[in-house]
């Protein structure tokens, strides 16, 4: 079982940056792989980006490539996602999930663990 815990979320005008933390239990961290997912109103929750266990493999959605980088520090059990350039399109609750193996996984629906959830929103 893995318990996980967003932070980091908040307002900021388009053209800023954020970092959201993601804080997980357990002493298998890195036998997981994790990944941020998104969720505007009104939409259907989409893929952000993932991260093997190592940490060495990475995978972003097209409309974030070059703006977020995903990363973890498994000795600290925690993943990170520093948002730059942030757009108002961007708006949304974000979550932490972990999946149930070290691969890195790109579908929302190879995940068994969720976090609650940050609010991201970017003013135009």
């Known amino acids: 079982q893995v318990q996980l815990v967003e932070s980091g979320g908040g307002l900021v005008q388009a053209g800023g940056s954020l970092r959201l933390s993601c804080a997980a239990s357990?002493?298998?961290?890195?036998?997981?792989?994790m990944g941020w997912f998104r969720q505007a109103p009104g939409k259907e929750r989409e893929f952000v980006a993932a991260i093997g266990g190592s940490g060495i493999i990475t995978y972003y959605a097209d409309s974030v490539k070059g703006r977020f980088t995903i990363s973890r520090d498994n000795a600290k059990n925690t993943v990170s996602l520093q948002m730059n350039s942030l757009k108002p399109e961007d708006t949304a609750v974000y979550y932490c999930a972990a999946a149930p193996s070290r691969y890195l996984a790109r579908t929302l629906y190879e995940y068994d663990y969720w976090g609650q959830g940050t609010q991201v929103t970017v003013s135009s």
């Open positions: 357990g002493r298998t961290f890195s036998r997981h792989g």
